[in-house]
């Protein structure tokens, strides 16, 4: 295994999952290092400067809320956080606090790795803080605000475009409900989930082949939504 491979830290304090996860990115290319802890995970970040970081809420020796907000604090490193499943109220926590996603347990390999390569992914996008952006036959041009749908311009609302801004800069990125509101409504206090919801549809509406079905912004139940990223 090459020095310069990715590197993913895994923090869980269970030895078996981190044993999966080693050889699961092991095969994939990318150099694994392993902590136990909180205390272990937030000096291995100091001293290994991991890629991306696959980090259990629930470790021994303090809340992985606070493992967060501790990276947050110096490094915008991608948070993929390992969740139970059901813990919905767990997942929009981390999330708020920093979480780049979350994969539920148990887990399969092809949605780890497909969660990982798009926190990734993403980290790379914002630090290129790319003017365009193209999924499959979605294109947005953030510098003239046009979005166009194979080809065909379509128009939104400033609402709406807001919206569909926010999840263009964190394509694949899960976005909370409570992250949205903040960014698009700037906090105000009259504006519920269920407004929210209203725009999402008619978004959809106008940028999805079948709403019904959509392809490219996402529901995470519970939590929020996610625009996805096509390979």
């Known amino acids: 295994m090459a020095h310069n491979d990715p590197c993913i830290l895994i923090v869980d304090d269970e030895p078996p999952i981190r044993r999966l996860l080693r050889k699961t990115l092991e095969v994939q290319n990318?150099?694994?290092?392993?902590?136990?802890?909180?205390?272990?995970?937030?000096?291995?970040?100091?001293?290994?400067?991991?890629?991306?970081?696959?980090?259990?809420?629930?470790l021994p020796d303090m809340?992985?809320?606070?493992?967060?907000?501790?990276?947050r604090a110096k490094s915008a490193t991608p948070i993929v956080v390992l969740s139970s499943r059901g813990d919905e109220?767990?997942?929009?926590?981390?999330?708020?606090?920093?979480?780049?996603?979350?994969?539920?347990?148990?887990?399969?390999?092809?949605?780890?790795?497909?969660r990982v390569r798009a926190a990734l992914r993403h980290r790379l996008q914002e630090q290129g803080r790319q003017p365009l952006f193209q999924s499959g036959e979605l294109n947005v041009d953030l510098v003239h605000r046009r979005v166009t749908v194979g080809g065909n311009d379509v128009r939104l609302s400033p609402r709406e475009y807001d919206i569909l801004q926010q999840m263009v800069i964190h394509a694949g990125k899960v976005l909370t409900h409570r992250h949205l509101i903040h960014?698009?409504?700037?906090?105000?206090?009259?504006?519920?989930?269920?407004?929210?919801?209203?725009?999402?549809?008619?978004?959809?509406?106008?940028?999805?082949?079948?709403?019904e079905r959509p392809r490219h912004i996402v529901t995470e139940p519970g939590v929020g939504y996610r625009l996805l990223l096509a390979d």
């Open 30 to 58: 990318f150099r694994a290092v392993e902590a136990a802890d909180g205390h272990e995970a937030l000096d291995a970040v100091r001293h290994e400067k991991p890629d991306l970081i696959l980090l259990d809420l629930g």
């Open 63 to 71: 809340d992985g809320l606070e493992v967060i907000k501790a990276v």
């Open 89 to 114: 109220a767990g997942k929009v926590a981390a999330l708020d606090v920093g979480a780049d996603d979350y994969v539920t347990k148990p887990f399969g390999v092809n949605e780890l790795m497909a």
């Open 183 to 211: 960014e698009v409504w700037r906090g105000a206090d009259n504006i519920d989930v269920q407004a929210l919801r209203v725009f999402i549809r008619q978004l959809r509406q106008k940028i999805e082949a079948n709403p």
